[in-house]
């Protein structure tokens, strides 16, 4: 059976979709199974986001009323066992209940190693439809005070679903930030949130998923290696978080800053 993992945050923005989308890259390139779906109904981001936009023939509506079945919809990413089950365009959020969500991916959950999915921005029906056909969390927030305090909101909510397992990615660190006091270690900000932390990842103008699938001709970037660090710690606990700071500190990263005037 599919392990269940929501991506979620408090403040919208953050880089939950970008952070799933390329986990789920991350996970498939390492031979596993997964599907991606995006939980906010009637809007759709993750299917633009992955670039297959103008794939969707069938989406999540048309599976539920059983128009298609539900392999139909699916779309898979050329060579990697990625999925992504589109959201319903046509319905309204509340169009759709938490019950009925569950029953669709009770029915493909079997095939898959993880499921992953996109929670929509707040805190409402939305949230619970996503979370509660959940057995795991991840909270993406940034190092910037709203986010944080928004997530911490979310932490005590996602607290009352008894999940497996609620983990912390803090996107967007600045290295150079982190060293120079500017801005919270990913360290930190666990601590502050009590939650534990699986990963960070550098602000990278190359973060977008053409990066991660390689479609931009990139072999290596900062956010790929830190998103590589994320899928190795959800598949096995490595316990391996991204150094954000490494080329930052010492004489080296002093004469850096100097340069840069920062
Ligand atoms: N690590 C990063 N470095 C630089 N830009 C990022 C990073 N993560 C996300 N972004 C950018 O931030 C914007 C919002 O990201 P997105 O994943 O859509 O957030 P959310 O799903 O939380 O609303 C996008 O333009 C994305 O490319
Ligand atoms: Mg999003």
Do not use: W
């Not at 959940?134 to 986010?147: G, M, N, S, W």
């Not at 919270?184 to 666990?190: A, L, P, R």
């Amino acid at each position: 059976m599919a392990r269940k993992i929501v991506v979620t945050s408090g403040k919208g923005g953050v880089g939950k979709t970008s952070v799933l989308a390329s986990l789920g890259i991350s996970l498939a390139n390492k031979g596993k199974n997964v599907l991606m779906i995006d939980g906010d109904i009637g809007l759709n981001n993750l299917d633009v986001v992955m670039g297959m936009e103008s794939r969707v023939i069938y989406d999540m509506a048309d599976v539920i009323e059983n128009k298609c079945h539900i392999n139909q919809a699916l779309l898979q990413e050329d060579g990697i066992g990625l999925y992504l089950l589109p959201s319903a365009h046509a319905y309204s959020s509340d169009k759709l209940s938490a019950q009925s969500f569950r029953e669709l991916i009770g029915r493909i959950e079997n095939t898959f190693d993880f499921i992953l999915i996109d929670c929509p921005a707040g805190i409402d029906a939305g949230f619970h439809r996503a979370v509660s056909c959940c057995d795991e969390a991840i909270l993406v927030t940034t190092p910037h005070i709203p986010a944080i305090r928004d997530g911490d909101k979310v932490l005590g909510l996602l607290r009352s679903y008894k999940l497996n397992a609620v983990n912390l990615v803090v996107n967007r660190v600045r290295g150079d930030f982190v060293v120079t006091g500017k801005m919270m270690s990913g360290g930190e900000i666990s601590n502050i949130l009590r939650c534990p932390l699986i990963g960070v990842v550098p602000e990278d103008d190359a973060v977008t998923v053409y990066s991660q699938l390689g479609r931009i001709g990139m072999n290596s970037s900062s956010s790929r290696d830190a998103i590589d660090m994320i899928a190795r710690n959800v598949l096995d606990n490595t316990n391996k978080i991204y150094d954000v700071t490494r080329g930052h500190r010492g004489l080296i990263g002093k004469l850096k800053r100097l340069v840069s005037g920062r």
